[in-house]
């Protein structure tokens, strides 16, 4: 059993940052990814962005390129997305879930029925 724990969500202005963690009990797969998804409530949960643990490869959805950076601490086993310039668009509640595979992806995948473990999520609030 994997466990997520998901952190740094908050309030903020538009144009602002925050910078969300993720915290991982084990990685026990061959190569094991962590994404980043957010949802809003009557809608799907869409994939934001993705990153192989020990490896350079990141995913982004198209909305959050150049604004939004996935990065990973092996040793702590803690992923981090940093947003900035943050828009009222993006408030949701956010993520963060894992694949242990025996495969290599490329890129990192966006698609959440492919992540087994979740977490309980964080909310970002961006108002206008």
């Known amino acids: 059993q994997i466990r997520l724990v998901e952190s740094g969500g908050g309030a903020v202005q538009a144009g602002g940052s925050l910078r969300l963690s993720c915290e991982v009990s084990?990685?026990?797969?061959?190569?094991?990814?962590i994404g980043w998804f957010r949802q809003v409530p009557g809608e799907g949960r869409e994939g934001v962005a993705a990153?192989?643990?020990?490896?350079?490869?990141?995913a982004y959805l198209d909305s959050v390129k150049g604004r939004f950076t996935v990065s990973e601490d092996t040793d702590s086993r803690t992923v981090f997305l940093q947003m900035n310039s943050l828009k009222p668009e993006d408030s949701a509640m956010y993520y963060c879930?894992?694949?242990?595979?025996?495969?290599?992806?490329?890129?990192?995948?966006?698609?959440?029925?492919?992540?087994?473990?979740w977490g309980q999520g964080t909310q970002v609030s961006v108002s206008s």
């Open positions: 990153i192989w643990i020990g490896g350079v490869d990141t």
């Open positions: 084990q990685y026990i797969g061959q190569y094991n990814y």
């Open positions: 879930a894992s694949i242990s595979s025996q495969w290599y992806l490329n890129p990192p995948p966006l698609q959440k029925n492919l992540y087994a473990y």
